[in-house]
């Protein structure tokens, strides 16, 4: 198999990595574009893959196609690459807010298209990637993109209408994840732990708490009742979040996501 990207960007970069550590490809069998040549060096010496600067040199020398690209580019490219694109191959996308039924009527009916939505964790093999096709993909070509996919994290094939909800729940979410880990350690600072300490603890603890949801299968609910015992200091802390309005501020920035990259 030959797998092409277009786009060398900390995403790309990602995926690649994880691809080629997993043993899934070598880096013999990836080729990958960018308009910065910067990327497109630290694509070839960080990976070793064959880079150019010619995205028809990508979709002609590739089996599977990942575009891995802004979503404000994705019209320009589509146009400069769909008389390369062939019945046979299958085109990735991991923008927000681009449909199937747009992607389509950008290259023609015709093409094998996969729709993905990917996280950052993936940079350390801990993403998850949403997947939904359409109707040109067959069973074995579907499997052939979430084996790749599995290179780097976690994949669930959902209905095409829960991926504006996946941008929110999980694409964007390591942004919000990332806010209260800093949150906490500036508290521990200013209760006078070391910064690198108060990072350490506050993101293991973010770490384990994660691990438990996913190996025992509880509520969080009922997680977050073991930890508070009566008139003790967690409960006192979790009286201060609901006072403050921590469960409303999550979910009105997670709806203002998803309205976002349904607007995209």
């Not at 995205?55 to 400069?80: A, F, G, R, T």
């Not at 039924?101 to 023609?108: A, P, R, V």
């Not at 209760?191 to 299968?217: H, N």
Request: proline residues 3%; charged residues 20%.
């Amino acid at each position: 198999m030959r797998l092409g990207f277009i786009g060398c960007g900390n995403m790309a970069t990602a995926m690649m990595k994880g691809i080629i550590e997993n043993q899934i490809l070598d880096n013999g069998q990836i080729i990958g574009s960018d308009v910065s040549e910067t990327s497109i060096e630290k694509a070839k010496n960080t990976l070793g893959i064959t880079v150019t600067n010619d995205n028809k040199k990508v979709v002609e020398e590739s089996e599977i196609i990942v575009l891995s690209i802004k979503p404000q580019y994705y019209e320009s490219v589509i146009s400069e690459i769909k008389n390369s694109v062939k019945a046979d191959q299958i085109v990735v996308t991991i923008a927000p807010g681009k449909t199937l039924e747009w992607l389509g009527n950008q290259f023609g009916n015709n093409v094998k298209i996969v729709r993905t939505m990917p996280n950052t964790p993936a940079l350390v093999g801990a993403g998850i990637t949403a997947v939904c096709y359409n109707d040109n993909v067959d069973d074995n070509e579907l499997e052939q993109v979430v084996t790749l996919l599995k290179g780097f994290g976690k994949c669930e094939i959902i209905p095409e209408s829960l991926m504006d909800v996946v941008v929110s729940v999980s694409s964007s979410s390591p942004a919000y994840v990332f806010m209260f880990i800093e949150a906490m350690a500036d508290a521990a600072v200013a209760d006078g732990m070391p910064r690198d300490k108060a990072y350490e603890f506050a993101a293991q603890a973010v770490l384990g708490s994660a691990k438990m949801v996913l190996d025992t299968g509880k509520h969080p609910g009922e997680l977050k009742d073991m930890v508070c015992s009566p008139a003790g200091t967690t409960i006192e802390a979790v009286r201060v979040l609901e006072e403050k309005g921590m469960r409303s501020a999550v979910i009105e920035a997670m709806k203002a996501c998803t309205r976002k990259a349904k607007g995209m």
